[in-house]
């Protein structure tokens, strides 16, 4: 069981990213995504999730800038970042049926 993210990089402000989570070793569609950050030396924080029945929440500092998604022929869920700002610098985690990611360093810098 185990879910690998990738996508993240550095990126300009007012940029976009979309971070991707494939999940192997469970029945993915059963099962919610979701996201997580942790910015250095801070606490990981909640950014988004979408549950089995795709109903999405968001973290308030993301509405509207963020679109999470999943893909469940793919076993794949997906984060769409768009209007990227220095303070969405962070390590970004994605966990579904229990089990954690390694994280993707997201970077937003001129």
């Known amino acids: 069981v185990q879910v690998v993210e990738s996508g993240g990089g550095l990126v300009q402000p007012g940029g976009s990213l979309r971070l991707s989570c494939v999940a192997s070793?469970?029945?993915?569609?059963?099962?919610?995504v979701n996201w997580y950050r942790q910015a250095p030396g801070k606490e990981r924080v909640f950014v988004a999730s979408?549950?089995?029945?795709?109903?999405?929440y968001y973290a308030s500092f993301v509405k509207g800038r963020f679109t999470i998604s999943r893909d469940n022929a793919k076993n794949t869920g997906y984060l769409q970042m768009n209007s990227l700002k220095p303070d969405d610098t962070a390590v970004y985690y994605c966990?579904?049926?229990?089990?954690w990611g390694q994280g993707t360093q997201v970077t937003v810098s001129s």
């Open positions: 979408i549950s089995s029945a795709h109903i999405t």
């Open positions: 966990s579904s049926a229990n089990t």
């Open positions: 070793g469970f029945t993915f569609s059963r099962y919610g």
